[in-house]
């Protein structure tokens, strides 16, 4: 549990409204997951919001602009069944299996309550919205004063012509019937994927529909016109994996598997600031099918995913992909890892290391056979982290050597989960050891993995030190100081980290849980 979630149990349990106080500030760290599958959709004049299975989306209709997602993290309920907006301010009136929330969206505060059976339906009289909520429970509706806990029995329903309710689909379709011929084209994706819509809301001051879809997240439709939108954001898929950085954004690549939502596989693009998004699944009918993108290389040929079915490249212009594997020369199919080469990419497999040249043309490097985890270029050289230990490849060279400083270190010799520079100094993590390499001297430094990240899954050098991501947590690690900030799952990071990646202001972090992007300095705790 969180530790918003165990502040709102303990409110729960004192028999109080819940207030959650996040640990983060909202602008410290925000998850991002797959927001696709809609459950509830509410709006307001200058709001939409949309709960969703892994959060709530808000989406400004003036700007035209997303505001940051609130999450399990931040305290967003689960099992949320039906959304109201609230017409006093800019918040949001959840139903839930477990009962009430109502957010706010300018203050980012939740309040929360439970009922019997949860709460179905919500309702508001239009001539006094002020006083509360009608909530409809397991027996029977009931009214919620405003700053109230419970709901109380026995209180009047406004009259119909009164009432202002959540809009079903099949509602708002009678509101716009001329857009009722377009439900097919509407469901149907460009990969000939279909949805069906879960949820409608509009206000009575503007002519848009609001609809809520399972796997195409919110569709905006003009009741005069029919004319309409998608207006999708998140992950591709509810698993992150791989992440690279350009100069406006961050591409992630996706994690599909049983349970993660629609299925879909490729890439998303995120602005850096959560303003904008989109993705790229390539073109054809497999396009990137890689179920487990675990890196991603960005160049000027385009972008480069490794995955379990080799090293996938997409053109950013054309939209079009191609796989390279082991029938192309790579050693295995099985791709791990990826570093810029000065001719070309180079590949680390399950089987060895290679490269892929700008002629496309595939060429195995050395005798390794092992496991190559990490790579690291620096200038013409490849520092290569295998099953069997560090190793280097030298400008003009074939073959992975074994430098005499490395090979003097036995910690050097285990499997090698990250390799990162910071500057010109080399650190390196093992299953038990972390260690690093002075620039000046060549000699090396060790001390033992922090037991609270549990398995180390990757290294990212930032300024100052580096980035441990593992299964248990992440931190940042101050070699020369010897000092850890450590930040855990579930408190800080919903999951264990997959990759990381260092941009200006921001950590950006992967996980089966999507994708997290803190504020650089909060998160090594300044």
């Known amino acids: 549990m969180t530790p918003t979630g165990r502040l709102l149990t303990a409110f729960l349990l004192a028999g109080a409204p819940a207030v959650a106080v996040a640990q983060w500030r909202p602008e410290e760290r925000v998850v991002i997951g797959d927001f696709s599958h809609v459950t509830a959709i509410a709006a307001s004049p200058s709001l939409v919001f949309a709960a969703t299975t892994q959060g709530l989306i808000i989406y400004d209709r003036q700007a035209r602009t997303w505001r940051l997602p609130v999450t399990s993290a931040d305290g967003?309920?689960?099992?949320?069944?039906?959304?109201?907006?609230?017409?006093?301010?800019?918040?949001?009136?959840?139903?839930?299996?477990?009962?009430?929330?109502r957010y706010d969206a300018d203050a980012r505060v939740w309040q929360v309550g439970v009922a019997p059976g949860g709460v179905g339906g919500l309702m508001l009289d239009a001539s006094d919205p002020v006083s509360g909520i009608y909530l409809q429970t397991a027996t029977g509706w009931g009214f919620l004063p405003r700053g109230g806990f419970a709901p109380v029995a026995g209180h009047p329903l406004p009259p119909p012509n009164r009432r202002i309710a959540p809009l079903t689909s099949d509602a708002a379709f009678a509101l716009a019937p001329a857009a009722d011929a377009l439900r097919a084209l509407i469901l149907t994706d460009a990969r000939l994927r279909t949805s069906r819509f879960t949820c409608a809301a509009r206000t009575?001051?503007?002519?848009?529909?609001?609809?809520?879809?399972?796997?195409?997240?919110?569709?905006?439709?003009?009741?005069?016109?029919?004319?309409?939108?998608?207006?999708?954001?998140?992950?591709?898929?509810?698993?992150?994996?791989?992440?690279?950085?350009?100069?406006?954004?961050?591409?992630?690549?996706?994690?599909?598997?049983?349970?993660?939502?629609?299925?879909?596989?490729?890439?998303?693009?995120?602005?850096?600031?959560?303003?904008?998004?989109?993705?790229?699944?390539?073109s054809g009918v497999q396009g990137i099918d890689c179920l487990d993108g675990r890196r991603v290389l960005v160049n000027d040929r385009g972008i480069w995913i490794a995955c379990e079915r080799g090293v996938a490249q997409v053109d950013l212009v054309s939209g079009r992909s191609r796989l390279f594997d082991a029938t192309h020369g790579l050693p295995s199919g099985d791709a791990l890892s990826l570093a810029p080469a000065p001719d070309g990419v180079w590949v680390g497999t399950a089987r060895g290391l290679a490269m892929i040249a700008r002629n496309d043309l595939v060429a195995t490097v050395g005798t390794l056979s092992q496991p190559v985890y990490a790579l690291a270029a620096v200038h013409d050289s490849l520092w290569v982290g295998s099953a069997?230990?560090?190793?280097?490849?030298?400008?003009?060279?074939?073959?992975?050597?074994?430098?005499?400083?490395?090979?003097?270190?036995?910690?050097?010799?285990?499997?090698?989960?990250?390799?990162?520079?910071?500057?010109?100094?080399?650190?390196?993590?093992?299953?038990?050891?972390?260690?690093?390499?002075?620039?000046?001297?060549?000699?090396?430094?060790?001390?033992?993995?922090?037991?609270?990240?549990?398995?180390?899954?990757?290294?990212?050098?930032?300024?100052?030190?580096?980035?441990?991501?593992?299964?248990?947590?992440?931190?940042?690690?101050?070699?020369?100081?010897?000092?850890?900030?450590?930040?855990?799952?579930?408190?800080?990071?919903?999951?264990?980290?997959?990759?990381?990646?260092?941009?200006?202001?921001?950590?950006?972090?992967?996980?089966?849980s999507g994708v997290v992007r803190f504020a650089r300095d909060a998160a090594r705790g300044r």
């Open 76 to 101: 967003y309920p689960a099992f949320v069944r039906v959304a109201l907006a609230d017409v006093t301010e800019n918040a949001v009136w959840l139903g839930t299996a477990d009962g009430w929330a």
């Open 204 to 282: 009575p001051d503007q002519s848009d529909i609001f609809l809520g879809t399972w796997g195409m997240g919110i569709v905006r439709m003009d009741a005069m016109t029919a004319e309409w939108e998608r207006l999708s954001f998140g992950l591709l898929a509810g698993g992150a994996g791989g992440l690279a950085t350009d100069g406006d954004g961050i591409w992630i690549a996706s994690v599909a598997g049983v349970g993660r939502g629609n299925g879909r596989r490729g890439l998303t693009w995120l602005r850096s600031d959560l303003s904008a998004d989109s993705t790229v699944e390539g």
């Open 388 to 512: 069997s230990g560090l190793g280097l490849v030298l400008p003009g060279s074939s073959d992975v050597v074994v430098p005499p400083d490395i090979q003097d270190q036995p910690a050097l010799h285990a499997a090698i989960a990250g390799v990162a520079l910071v500057g010109d100094t080399l650190a390196v993590a093992t299953a038990d050891q972390l260690g690093w390499r002075d620039p000046a001297t060549h000699g090396w430094t060790f001390t033992h993995t922090r037991l609270d990240l549990g398995g180390v899954t990757t290294l990212a050098g930032d300024a100052g030190g580096a980035w441990i991501g593992g299964t248990s947590g992440l931190a940042f690690w101050d070699f020369k100081r010897g000092h850890f900030h450590t930040l855990h799952v579930p408190f800080d990071i919903p999951a264990g980290v997959r990759d990381l990646a260092v941009q200006s202001s921001y950590l950006w972090v992967s996980g089966d």
